[in-house]
Nanobody, 122 residues
Framework: QVQLVESGGGLVQAGGSLRLSCAAS????????VGWFRQAPGKERVFVAM????????YSTDPVKGRFTISRDNAKNTAYLQMNSLKPEDTAVYYC???????????????WGQGTQVTVSS
């Protein structure tokens, strides 16, 4: 029921910021939790952050806490990942996903965006 399109990736210097967007199609976007994941070359896809359908609950992993903020605007059918104080180890393809409940496992999400590249140089 949901199609996702990501944007906002790019090349930044360490310490810089990016804001990723995940635009969704469908009439029931607010019914879905949204998760952000990332995958570096040769590495497994890992969880970054998630937000409940209403936006009343968020969770992120320790490596990004205090630097990344997940949010959503259901009126615009869009979820966001604000990334500050970026580090070279944040370099990866970032994916947004929608699922029926909040979760940290990739296979818990039903719909995925195409991914957007984030590269952080030292």
């Amino acid at each position: 029921q949901v199609q996702l399109v990501e944007s906002g990736g790019g090349l930044v210097q360490a310490g810089g910021s990016l804001r990723l967007s995940c635009a969704a199609s469908g009439r029931t976007f607010s019914s879905y939790a949204v998760g952000w994941f990332r995958q570096a070359p040769g590495k497994e896809r890992v969880f970054v952050a998630m937000i409940s359908g209403s936006g009343d609950y968020t969770y992120s992993t320790d490596p990004v806490k205090g630097r990344f903020t997940i949010s959503r605007d259901n009126a615009k059918n869009t979820a966001y990942l604000q990334m500050n104080s970026l580090k070279p180890e944040d370099t990866a393809v970032y994916y947004c996903a929608a699922g029926w409940t909040t979760a940290t496992m990739p296979n818990s999400y039903m719909y995925w965006g195409q991914g957007t590249q984030v590269t952080v140089s030292s």
